[in-house]
């Protein structure tokens, strides 16, 4: 297993905040398939050989997951491409 652990503060107010993670969620569930949904300020997602969660807070994001052995192998690929949704988003 392998993991992602990603944090990254930001200044926007907590609904404008959630908005952009959905955002992020849409381009990662079109690009790696994945199915998502919100529990409180926590968005979920899972597939076959991956499960996480985005944490929103008033002061940061944090998002984790845990990659299965066949994803885990492509872990630096899926890493980058999250981040490059974040700074899209986050600047």
């Known amino acids: 297993m392998s993991n992602i652990d990603i944090r990254r503060?930001?200044?926007r107010p907590l609904k404008e905040a959630r908005a952009a993670i959905?955002?992020?969620?849409e381009h990662i569930a079109e690009k790696f398939d994945?199915?998502?949904?919100?529990?409180?300020?926590t968005m979920e997602f899972s597939r076959g050989g991956v499960d996480g969660h985005i944490a929103v807070s008033p002061k940061d994001i944090h998002v984790t997951a845990t990659l299965g052995f066949l994803l885990g192998a492509i872990k630096g690929p899926i890493e980058r491409e999250i981040q490059r949704y974040l700074d899209e988003e986050f600047g």
């Not at 994945?34 to 300020?41: D, L, P």
Request: zero cysteines; aromatic letters at 14%.
């Open 9 to 11: 503060s930001h200044s």
């Open 22 to 25: 959905e955002r992020v969620a």
């Open 34 to 41: 994945v199915e998502y949904g919100w529990n409180g300020n």
